[in-house]
């Protein structure tokens, strides 16, 4: 009974940003497969976090994001089949001193035509016997977006790249309700400046498109989790509404953004055995349109002429994606017996598969991941 309040409340951690928990040590490898007509994705990942004396922690992972797509698909006009390579390296240092925990975080990301450095931090603070977490964390994101074939206007004298930066923050407070039950609220929020567009999307009768060079994005959010201990079940509910604006507009409608979401995500897990777990998931997202968008591929001249701002990005548009998921893992433990195989018993395995639908042109897709988790 109490194992699955505790897992319950394990699952519940990954969902809070600079959460007061120290890291553990373990080896993570992992796999997805993300496909869609027009686009494949294979992102291979290697996670590994190793605690250290006098309340530190370290972690680091790496991976690679292999994306072939039609070229039209990314926003191109003729329809070619490219492949791009993204590699990240990330690294994290953590502290931890009785109730009151600090992150250190770093991450590059590479590949041909983008670069990005972030650097981020939090602070986490137990409150009320351990029954209450307030968490604060930010950072600073510093990319450059580069262009194959064009020199845009922003692209300054000697450059290869646009810039494209941003500072984000948040603030995370999680109350333990009961000891099967916990609740959290999420303020979050992202100020972003440069390059915001495809530098290879083109809208008909202009050319290459042209978005705000400003955005503040914002989300609040409400999450709530409660066990079942006697049947080994558990329960999570989520509620987010974000708000997308241009900094310094007025409230009266000039803001070209004006685009807002929601999102309402439940997950249940089930303990099918003593090593194996059930987890399904379903996400519903519903946004508006940006001020600005309209549907240039269905109606070439919607777009007045003297537009400051146009784009074909069906993402910006009216938006509704469904997601539903089943996961399983499993411990295994039951491997401890045969000699080969043994060193795996330490750890767990885990599957999903997930269907993402989507009413834009990308269509639906399909998501596959498998892991494998050893502590060491």
Not at 31 to 41: A, K, L, M
Not at 72 to 89: K, L, Q
Request: glycine letters at 8%; aromatic letters at 14%.
């Amino acid at each position: 009974m109490k194992r699955v309040a505790l897992a319950l409340l394990a699952a519940w951690g990954t969902l809070v940003p600079g959460a007061a928990v120290r890291g553990e040590d373990r080896v993570t490898i992992r796999g997805e497969y993300y496909r869609e007509p027009s686009t494949r994705v294979i992102q291979p990942v290697v996670e590994i976090s190793k605690d250290l004396p006098d309340g530190f922690d370290v972690s680091t992972h790496y991976l690679v994001d292999a994306i072939t797509s039609a070229s039209a698909n990314a926003g191109a006009v003729s329809d070619n089949i490219f492949t791009e390579i993204r590699n990240e390296v990330g690294l994290g240092v953590g502290k931890t001193w009785d109730r009151t925990r600090a992150t250190l975080s770093y991450k590059y990301s590479a590949e041909s035509d983008y670069w990005s450095h972030t650097l981020a931090g939090s602070l986490a603070r137990r409150f009320w016997g351990d029954t209450a977490t307030l968490a604060l964390s930010g950072g600073l994101s510093l990319d450059a977006v580069g262009f194959r074939g064009r020199t845009p206007q922003c692209e300054a004298l000697g450059s290869y790249s646009c810039p494209l930066d941003a500072v984000f923050g948040g603030l995370a407070y999680t109350q333990v309700i009961s000891p099967v039950a916990i609740a959290q609220l999420n303020l979050d929020s992202a100020y972003l400046w440069g390059f915001l567009g495809n530098p290879y999307r083109q809208v008909p009768n202009f050319g290459y498109e042209v978005v705000p060079d400003r955005r503040l994005r914002s989300a609040v959010s409400l999450r709530f989790a409660y066990a079942f201990p006697s049947s080994g079940t558990g329960v999570q509910l989520q509620y987010r509404y974000y708000r997308d604006l241009y900094p310094g507009t007025s409230p009266s409608g000039s803001d070209p953004w004006g685009l807002s979401a929601h999102t309402v995500e439940g997950r249940f897990y089930q303990r099918l055995s003593r090593d194996l777990e059930l987890r399904l998931l379903y996400r519903q997202y519903v946004q508006t349109r940006a001020a600005f968008w309209c549907d240039a591929i269905s109606n070439a001249d919607c777009y007045a002429a003297g537009s400051a701002f146009y784009s074909t990005d069906p993402k910006l548009g009216p938006l509704h994606t469904e997601y539903p998921e089943i996961k399983l893992i499993w411990d295994a433990e039951s491997l401890r017996p045969f000699r080969f195989f043994n060193w795996f018993a330490a750890g767990s395995f885990e599957i999903s598969y997930g269907r993402y639908y989507q009413n834009t042109s990308f269509a639906d897709a399909h998501v596959l991941q498998a892991g494998y988790t050893m502590p060491y």
